[in-house]
T-cell receptor, first 114, second 114 residues
């Protein structure tokens, strides 16, 4: 597509529930990134895919967070047993190469855990 | 650990005044440097980037930034602020190597007074 698409744009869930956040990158972009942006903070890195594989998942905060990119395009960020502290905007970005040439970001998914 | 520092979480200027947003990074190895802008409820948009070559970089909307290796800085400027410049601005760095991710500062919110 023309840009990075993230769905849903807003998600409200109850504490303890499971959620999936979807990212559809720019067609042909091999690199895909997930970031989390808490209120008043800059984006914090979660995970980076090069193709289908997670090249760096060092930013995932704990084992409740998991992400996949099975066909090297669309990616899903999965959060189990959600906690109120998971409330944030989850941003996805894609790039045709390494980050040195800049990402294109999606508009994000605002997750609220109540 | 590598980091990015943005001095001033909130900067307020009058319309027509100079805009100066400060960014310093911590590394002896020159990274790639970026400025992103975020309007309310939107994703991040790339303003400008420095990779190699000329240290004064021009971006969109009249913004520019200068890479100063001796000061480990990459401050963002605009000669004359416009009301539409009101947004949050993020400085980010990419150090390369095996990591593919950008490291962001905490952001500076720019307000423009009429």
């Amino acid at each position: 597509g023309a840009g990075v698409s993230q769905t849903p744009s807003n998600k409200v869930t109850e504490k303890g529930k499971y959620v999936e956040l979807r990212c559809d990158p720019i067609s042909g972009h091999t690199a895909l990134y997930w970031y989390r942006q808490s209120l008043g903070q800059g984006p914090e890195f979660l995970i980076y895919f090069q193709g289908t594989g997670a090249a760096d998942d060092s930013g995932l905060p704990n084992d409740r967070f998991f992400a996949v990119r099975p066909e090297g395009s669309v990616s899903t960020l999965k959060i189990q047993r959600t906690e109120r502290g998971d409330s944030a905007v989850y941003l996805c970005a894609s790039s045709s190469d390494r980050a040195g040439y800049g990402y294109t970001f999606g508009s994000g998914t605002r997750l609220t855990v109540v | 650990a590598q980091s990015v520092t943005q001095l001033g979480s909130h900067v307020s200027v009058s319309e027509g005044a100079l805009v100066l947003l400060r960014c310093n990074y911590s590394s002896s190895v020159p990274p790639y440097l970026f400025w992103y802008v975020q309007y309310p409820n939107q994703g991040l948009q790339l303003l400008l980037k420095y990779t190699t070559g000329a240290t004064l970089v021009k971006g969109i909307n009249g913004f520019e930034a200068e890479f100063k290796k001796s000061e480990t800085s990459f401050h963002l400027t605009k000669p004359s602020a416009h009301m539409s410049d009101a947004a949050e601005y993020f400085c980010a760095v990419f150090y390369g190597g095996s990591q593919g991710n950008l490291i962001f500062g905490k952001g500076t919110k720019l307000s423009v007074k009429p």
